[in-house]
């Protein structure tokens, strides 16, 4: 599909985000592409699904997520922050996301590390996708190039893809990386760049788009671009208007 749609935390204006509960939404929605997930290792070391680096904006808990354990992590409430109807929504591990999306959507599984912050996680996160089989339906995409190197080295077979905010970003990069796929923020998107880059065989994801004018501006820009959001329901409000 022209301008795909990349579920942000997985369907997060509607559910709160990087639940088990907004990433069902996005799963069981027929036009989105691909769903966003931030992964980080509890203090036991088993994949979690988290944005922040700590437990208070999303969760009712306190803390570092690399300090708490697994079983102390799940107790926590994670969907009452976004609305009471979500109450008692769980932080999801890597192994339940997985089993939910296998063989229904693309995940883009961004890991939250930066520098050795977390140590073995690629290798965890790369066990889980070779166990669920799912080499040919995620991209592991970071901010962190050495995380990506690494991950190229162990497992050359999985796609991965950098993540910047604001360019300088260059194609020799990212073939040094072995990146086929740009996450780019969206507000230094420009044609030349894009264009450039999709010549190359490099896919370009824009994030994080909330607004429709915005939406159609990017998808202006190249009809290849994806568009990461938390509103698909607004993408397809400006795919049905067109740009
Ligand atoms: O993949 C792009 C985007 O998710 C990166 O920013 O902070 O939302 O994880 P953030
Ligand atoms: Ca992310």
């Known amino acids: 599909m022209l301008n795909a749609c990349v579920a942000h935390r997985g369907w997060s204006g509607l ?3 990087n639940t088990l509960a907004a990433i069902k ?6 036009l989105i592409e691909m769903i966003e997930i931030d992964v980080q290792l509890s203090k036991d070391g088993i994949p979690v699904v988290i944005h922040d680096f700590t437990l208070d904006r999303t969760t009712n808990g306190t803390g570092h997520v690399k300090d708490t354990m697994l079983c102390e992590l799940v107790t926590y409430d994670a969907g009452s922050w976004f609305a009471p109807a979500f109450a008692g929504e769980k932080i999801p591990t890597l192994e339940e996301v997985l089993c939910l999306v296998k063989g229904r959507k693309k995940l883009n ?13 690629e290798m965890k996160v790369l066990q889980l996708i070779q166990e669920f089989d799912l080499q040919d ?12 190197q690494k991950v190229k080295a162990t497992a050359p077979e999985i ?9 300088p970003v260059t194609i020799e990069q990212l073939q040094a990386l072995g ?5 780019i923020d969206y507000s230094y998107i420009t044609k030349s760049m894009v264009q450039e880059f999709f010549d190359q065989g490099i896919d370009i ?6 607004d429709k004018e915005s939406m159609k501006k990017i998808m202006n820009l190249h009809p290849f671009i994806r568009i990461c959001t938390n509103h698909p ?3 397809k409000c400006a795919i049905k208007e067109g740009g």
């Open 159 to 167: 796609a991965v893809g950098l993540i910047v905010g604001r360019p």
């Open 25 to 30: 939404l996005a799963v069981e929605d027929g």
């Open 109 to 121: 599984i961004e890991l939250k590390q930066v520098g050795e912050l977390y140590p073995f996680m």
């Open 137 to 148: 339906e995620v991209v592991v995409t970071s901010f962190d190039q050495q995380c990506l």
């Open 15 to 17: 559910a709160p985000e």
């Open 233 to 235: 329901e607004v993408w």
């Open 205 to 210: 994801m824009a994030w994080t788009i909330n």
């Open 179 to 183: 990146a086929k796929f740009l996450a």
